[in-house]
C-alpha cells in the first residue's frame, strides 16, 4: 500500500549525452547569459579556458581557485572576480569542489548557473550548498543555490581515473542510500534512490576493469544523475551530518570521507529501516547493504580507513560531540557514545559491526 506523501520536483533543466559540452554557449545565450564567468579548480584551468574559447563573446573570464569545502574566502575572491569581469552568470566545470562554489556566488548573488560536471558528485542536483569558516562547515539550502541548468556530457568523465571514479561514485550512492530512509521519503525518490545505486556499482566495478569503457562511464553518470536528484529531493541524515562534520573539521577530501563512513553509518541506521537496507542489498547484490558496500570499496581500491585519509586519532571525540550538536534528523535516535564507537571503526578500517545504542 502506498501511503501519504509529498513529491516536488525541482525546476531544472539536463541536457545528456555524449559531445554535449558543445551545447554550452546555446544553453548560456537560452538563459540570458551576456558574460559568463567560467569556475575551475587549479587543476582544470586549462579545460576551462579551452571552455571559454568556445563561449566566443559570452566568455568574460575564468576563477580557477575552486576548492574543497567551499571556504568562505574563497567565494569571497571569486565575487571580486566576477565584479571585475561585470559577469552576468557562472559556468562551474568540474566536480563538487567547483559546484559548489557556483552555488555560493548564486546564493550571494542571484547569478544563474549552467553546471558542467566531470565526476560524480551529483551535488548539480540539489538547492545545497556546504560551506566551511574557521573550521566549521555549514549547510544552506535554499531555491536560489540550485543551478538552472546542468549539461552531463559522457566525454568528460572518460578521463577520470577510477580510483577517483570509485570515491565519487560511492559518494553518490551516499545521497540515494539516506534518501530511502529520508523523514520525507516518497516512493518517486525511492525508485531513483534504487536505480541510482544499482547503475553506479555495476559501473563502478566495470571501470576498474577497463577505464575507458564508455558504456560504463555513460552508466555510472547516468546513476550520478539520479543520486544527486535524491540529494536534492528529500533530506538527509546521520551519514551526511558525520560527513560534513569530519571534512570541515579536519579538511579531510570529500568523496573519500563519504566512501569510508557510508557502510558504518548504514550500520548504525539499519536495525531502524529494514526495508531501506534491502533496497540497498538488492541494489548492491549483497546479502547486507552496509558490509556490502563496504567489500565494494575494497574491490574498487578505495581507502576504508579515515587514518589514511589524515584524520588525527586525537579528534574522534570532538567528531563525535560535533555529531551530534545541531544534529540532522535521523530514523535512529542518536547516541553520542555509540556515533563516537562508529567514527572510532571507521578512522581504524574496521569492518561494519552492529553499533548499540543506550536505551
Not at 192 to 197: F, H, L, P, R, V
Request: contains cysteine; proline residues 5%; hydrophobic residues 45%.
Amino acid at each position: 500500500m502506498i501511503g501519504t506523501f509529498t513529491f516536488e520536483n525541482l525546476p531544472c533543466r539536463v541536457v545528456f549525452g555524449s559531445g554535449t559540452l558543445a551545447e554550452a554557449k546555446a544553453e548560456v545565450e537560452r538563459l540570458g547569459g551576456k558574460r559568463a564567468l567560467v569556475l575551475t579548480t587549479p587543476q582544470q584551468e586549462a579545460q576551462g579556458k579551452s571552455l571559454g574559447a568556445a563561449l566566443g563573446p559570452l566568455y568574460a573570464g575564468i576563477f580557477s581557485g575552486a576548492t574543497m569545502h567551499t571556504p568562505v574566502e574563497v567565494t569571497e575572491r571569486a565575487l571580486a572576480a566576477m565584479k571585475a569581469c561585470e559577469a552576468d552568470c557562472v559556468i562551474s566545470l568540474g566536480g563538487g569542489s567547483t559546484t559548489g562554489l557556483g552555488k555560493a556566488l548564486a546564493l550571494r548573488t542571484g547569478v544563474n548557473q549552467l553546471c558542467i560536471p566531470t565526476t560524480y558528485a551529483g551535488s548539480e542536483m540539489t538547492p545545497i550548498v556546504g560551506q566551511t569558516e574557521n573550521g566549521l562547515k555549514t549547510t544552506v539550502r535554499d531555491a536560489a543555490i540550485l543551478p538552472e541548468t546542468v549539461i552531463y556530457d559522457v566525454d568528460l568523465t572518460l578521463t577520470l581515473p577510477a580510483s577517483l571514479a570509485a570515491t565519487s561514485g560511492i559518494n553518490a550512492i551516499a545521497h540515494a542510500a539516506e534518501a530511502l530512509y529520508a523523514r520525507d521519503t516518497n516512493p518517486v525518490t525511492s525508485l531513483m534512490a534504487e536505480e541510482g545505486i544499482r547503475a553506479l556499482a555495476c559501473a563502478l566495478l566495470a571501470i576498474a576493469a577497463k577505464g575507458d569503457d564508455r558504456e560504463a562511464r555513460s552508466e555510472a553518470l547516468y546513476g550520478a544523475w539520479l543520486c544527486g536528484v535524491c540529494l536534492g529531493t528529500v533530506g538527509m541524515a546521520l551519514h551526511h551530518k558525520l560527513c560534513h562534520t569530519l571534512g570541515g573539521t579536519f579538511d579531510l577530501p570529500h568523496a573519500e570521507t563519504h566512501t569510508i563512513v557510508l557502510p558504518h553509518a548504514l550500520a548504525y541506521n539499519a536495525p531502524a529501516v529494514p526495508d531501506a537496507m534491502a533496497r540497498i542489498s538488492r541494489a548492491i547484490g549483497a546479502a547486507d547493504a552496509p558490509q556490502g558496500l563496504f567489500e565494494l570499496a575494497k574491490r574498487l581500491g578505495a581507502k576504508v580507513a579515515l587514518r589514511d585519509i589524515g584524520m588525527p586519532e586525537g579528534g574522534i571525540d570532538k567528531a563525535a560531540d560535533l555529531a551530534v550538536t545541531n544534529a540532522y534528523w535521523n530514523p535512529r535516535p542518536l547516541d553520542r557514545n555509540a556515533i563516537r564507537d562508529l567514527i572510532a571503526r571507521a578512522w581504524a578500517g574496521e569492518p561494519p559491526g552492529a553499533i548499540k545504542t543506550a536505551v
